[in-house]
């Protein structure tokens, strides 16, 4: 967010003066930073009782110039994510979706104030937040525990919610040793300041704690992820299941497994089974840009993967979770139910939690031990940019039929699409999506169109899309260069410009080719090649083994 935006948010919360999900503090050297995590609690759990999708805490400095004292520790820089880490470690996993400084001048003229902006989120449906066993709530400018009827407002939101309903009969002799103490070294990973706290709680108390108990009481969540597998009726007649199907390229089943809860133990065990190859680049158009080889999938995509159909199934439906692998370099992930927020693109461009998942306690209890994101977007975001990166193409989403389909693609479909990413680091995701789906030939809006031909990244009728040829990498760049210098025998940044600019993408400003035109000059003289005299003119080195080169 820009400063002029945040003025304007500061603007509007200050215009709104202080209610229940708007709070504002003073700080200082000395101030007891520790009463952030009960107003963190109280905030959270008011913006959920009022149905708001956000709080805000503010802490200002009273004011501060070159005599006066310096930033609190807690906030200096280095320290807010470390403040966030230690919220969440209190809150069950929840802490502050966003943080912003603003400075601004101080009315009196006494140099300027400092203010912090904390974006808060609501507590999750049928999930008070408490800080240190506390359920804290606003009572104009002071804090109180939250009543009884309201934790029972706000428990009451699970009603609905199948994962949180209770196993009568079920204990936790009905639950994997094995698969606790794998869930209390998840929980110790993300919380290493409770270390020590969470070798003194017993089983029931741990559960509590990460909400997969409710008063030491067995939920559907807790069968799930920690359950033995001769524990699965008391989820019936729904079902917890995996199954892991082999195909060839011709889609014929070639192995398969099946595999039940404890899903927190059953995830190691899926991701042993996909065969995650190594994928060799045999194409020498490609040059530099792909590496010799690469893994097929990155291991937290499948496994972001896996925790989202687990998190997201609709267990109602009494159906098995499915995960597809084809020879042929993809990964199918496919679930029951719908996805709730209907479109991806708008997921990843938002960036916020999502409103009501499919089963809020699982989901909930899966992200506080670390198996998941509080924010859908931010897995979802994740697994796109890991694609990205790989110069792979993007994942492929359908929600049809009642049905989740999620498809990773490990392989390269089109070269230029490859070159595109390799070329142009700066694009967005959005931009590569719709880029994908030319290399794929989906169907595209006339606005999606316009942008990418404005863009210069397509050509073709529309009928028949194609991406644009790629122009010179930096291997040809460097060749090119080293080319001039043998024919002239010096030159100067001007005369490589001259000479590349036509040549570069069309994409590129000019600030951005004269960039990549001294990126390459200077790569060039670290390996040895080049030498610049005190005119600024550049030379072959008479070592250069490109002297020999014809």
């Given amino acids: 967010m820009d400063e002029q935006k945040l003025f304007d948010l500061l603007s509007q919360l200050c215009a709104s003066s202080e209610n229940e999900v708007v709070e504002f503090k003073e700080a200082k050297n000395q101030y007891d930073f520790s009463k952030l995590g009960k107003y963190f609690s109280a905030l959270s759990n008011e ?7 956000e709080a805000w805490l503010m802490v200002a400095l009273k004011y501060f110039d070159k005599s006066k004292a310096s930033t ?3 906030l200096q820089p280095g320290n807010l994510q470390r403040l966030k880490s230690e919220i969440a470690a209190q809150t069950n996993g929840l802490t502050f979706r966003k943080s912003y400084e603003l400075n601004y001048p101080d009315e009196k003229g006494r140099g300027k104030k400092k203010v912090y902006l904390f974006n808060i989120p609501p507590a999750p449906r049928g999930i008070p937040i408490a800080w240190k066993g506390s359920y804290y709530k606003r009572n104009g400018e002071f804090l109180e525990t939250l009543s009884r009827d309201e934790l029972k407002r706000i428990r009451s939101q699970l009603t609905n919610d199948w994962s949180a309903n209770i196993c009568e009969g079920a204990t936790v002799n009905d639950l994997s040793s094995e698969a606790i103490l794998r869930a209390r070294n998840l929980y110790r ?17 741990f559960l509590n704690k990460v909400k997969l108990t409710i008063e030491g009481k067995i939920t559907r969540a807790a069968i799930i992820l920690l359950g033995k597998s001769e524990s699965e009726h008391f989820i019936s007649p729904s079902i917890a299941k995996i199954a892991w199907i082999l195909k060839d390229k011709d889609n014929v089943k070639k192995d398969f497994q099946h595999f039940n809860c404890p899903f927190i133990l059953s995830i190691d065990e899926i991701c042993a089974k996909i065969r995650n190859l190594k994928y060799r680049n045999m194409n020498d158009s490609l040059g530099s840009f792909f590496p010799e080889e690469v893994e097929q999938y990155d291991p937290y995509v499948i496994r972001e993967a896996l925790h989202n159909c687990i998190a997201h199934q609709d267990y109602t439906l009494a159906d098995q979770i499915n995960v597809h692998e084809k020879e042929d370099g993809e990964l199918i992930f496919i679930n029951v139910g719908s996805f709730i927020p209907k479109d991806i693109l708008n997921v990843i461009e938002s960036d916020v939690p999502q409103k009501m998942p499919k089963n809020p306690f699982l989901a909930q209890a899966m992200a506080t031990l670390n198996m998941t994101n509080t924010n859908i977007g931010g897995g979802i975001k994740r697994i796109f940019t890991l ?6 193409p993007m994942p492929d989403y359908n929600f049809e039929d009642n049905l989740v389909l999620m498809k990773i693609t490990g392989k390269i479909l089109d070269l ?8 142009l680091p700066f694009l967005s995701l959005s931009e590569i999506i719709l880029l994908d789906k030319v290399q794929k030939q989906e169907p595209l809006s006339s606005e999606e169109l316009k942008l990418l031909r404005q863009r210069k990244l397509i050509e073709g009728e529309n009928t028949r899309l194609y991406i644009s040829p790629r122009a010179i990498d930096d291997d040809e760049c460097k060749k090119m260069i080293v080319d001039y210098l043998k024919k002239f025998g010096k ?11 036509d040549k570069l993408p069309d994409i590129l400003t000019k600030t951005q080719k004269k960039n990549k035109i001294k990126k390459n000059l200077q790569a060039l003289r670290k390996e040895g090649h080049l030498i610049s005299d005190k005119r600024k003119f550049w030379l072959l080195s008479k070592t250069s083994s490109l002297l020999d080169e014809t």
């Fill in 387 to 392: 694609q990205r990166e790989k110069l792979f």
């Fill in 416 to 423: 230029e699409y490859t070159k595109v990413l390799a070329q």
């Fill in 47 to 53: 913006a959920n009782l009022l149905n708001q999708n």
């Fill in 189 to 205: 990973k993300k919380n290493p300041t409770l270390s020590h706290e969470i070798n003194q709680w017993d089983d029931i108390t």
């Fill in 491 to 501: 030159g100067n940044l001007s005369d490589f410009e001259k000479t590349l600019f």
């Fill in 72 to 74: 609190p520790y807690r």
